[in-house]
């Protein structure tokens, strides 16, 4: 999501950035299977990065049956997925009847020729590959949509390493979560791509306000960004860093 990632990646994500213009890019991850499951990992998530300090912290004996018992729980948890193409087409599908709820039908039709046209996968890869994220891997697609999000809400940018640093944070979360255990393949597949769908939406949106100079534009999605992290993570985007340990609290 650097600066040179900033662009359109073909003719899936302009056809979303089309179909995003009257909704502002907040499209909801609720009418999915999973969105309890992408509700707790979003609120992991938030505990993770309010206590930058825990692991310092000395663990007493009770703490370290604990924590062994956690990274017992850890080695049992994929945060990869096996994809099916059943499952992008139910994706894809839902995805669009919510453009049509909320934007109505042409919107709709916009974003379902695009499906049918091209991959939004492959138009997702193409933006993250430089940041060394990749399909098929959970951690990747969620870590992705928090650096998007905390990029709008700030006006930054991320490198590489910051990438990497906010992936292996976000697997830690989901490696521990006995809820992403239960989803299988099927399941983790759909959070992924339900992320990477929002992402290309919100990133479609913000890049042609950044193409067009149109400041007041940035402010008015990063406003929305950190809206939308407080109402549904309890998260300030604007009080975390992104550092080369990943995101972490400002304070």
Request: net charge neutral; with cysteine.
């Given at each position: 999501?650097?600066?040179?990632?900033?662009?359109?990646?073909?003719?899936?994500?302009?056809?979303?950035f089309c179909a995003s213009q009257t909704q502002a890019q907040d499209y909801a991850f609720q009418g999915f299977a999973t969105?309890?499951?992408?509700?707790?990992?979003?609120?992991?998530?938030?505990?993770?990065?309010?206590?930058?300090?825990?692991?310092?912290?000395?663990?007493?004996?009770?703490?370290?049956?604990?924590?062994?018992?956690?990274?017992?729980?850890?080695?049992?948890?994929?945060?990869?997925?096996?994809?099916?193409?059943?499952?992008?087409?139910?994706?894809?599908?839902?995805?669009?009847?919510?453009?049509?709820?909320?934007?109505?039908?042409?919107?709709?039709?916009?974003?379902?020729?695009?499906?049918?046209?091209?991959?939004?996968?492959?138009?997702?890869?193409?933006?993250?590959?430089?940041?060394?994220?990749?399909?098929?891997?959970?951690?990747?697609?969620?870590?992705?949509?928090?650096?998007?999000?905390?990029?709008?809400?700030?006006?930054?940018?991320?490198?590489?390493?910051q990438a990497l640093a906010v992936r292996d944070q976000v697997r830690g979360v989901i490696s521990g979560s006995p809820a992403?255990?239960?989803?299988?393949?099927?399941?983790?597949?759909?959070?992924?791509?339900?992320?990477?769908?929002?992402?290309?939406?919100?990133?479609?949106?913000?890049?042609?306000?950044?193409?067009?100079?149109?400041?007041?534009?940035?402010?008015?999605?990063?406003?929305?960004?950190?809206?939308?992290?407080?109402?549904?993570?309890?998260v300030d985007l604007r009080r975390l860093e992104l550092t080369d340990a990943g995101l972490v609290s400002a304070s």
């Amino acid at each position: 999501m650097s600066g040179k990632q900033m662009f359109l990646a073909g003719a899936v994500a302009a056809a979303l950035f089309c179909a995003s213009q009257t909704q502002a890019q907040d499209y909801a991850f609720q009418g999915f299977a999973t969105a309890d499951a992408m509700n707790q990992m979003h609120a992991a998530m938030r505990d993770n990065m309010m206590e930058p300090s825990s692991q310092a912290r000395a663990p007493t004996r009770g703490g370290a049956a604990a924590s062994a018992a956690t990274q017992g729980r850890r080695a049992t948890v994929q945060t990869t997925y096996r994809s099916s193409p059943a499952v992008s087409t139910r994706v894809r599908a839902q995805f669009a009847e919510f453009i049509e709820r909320t934007s109505g039908r042409e919107a709709a039709e916009r974003a379902r020729s695009a499906f049918q046209s091209g991959d939004p996968i492959t138009s997702w890869a193409g933006i993250v590959r430089e940041d060394g994220l990749r399909t098929g891997d959970l951690a990747d697609a969620m870590a992705a949509y928090w650096i998007l999000n905390w990029i709008m809400a700030n006006q930054g940018d991320n490198n590489r390493t910051q990438a990497l640093a906010v992936r292996d944070q976000v697997r830690g979360v989901i490696s521990g979560s006995p809820a992403v255990a239960r989803l299988g393949d099927a399941g983790r597949q759909e959070m992924a791509e339900v992320l990477m769908l929002n992402f290309l939406v919100q990133q479609a949106t913000y890049v042609d306000a950044m193409q067009r100079g149109d400041q007041a534009m940035m402010r008015r999605l990063g406003d929305a960004a950190v809206a939308r992290f407080r109402n549904e993570m309890g998260v300030d985007l604007r009080r975390l860093e992104l550092t080369d340990a990943g995101l972490v609290s400002a304070s």
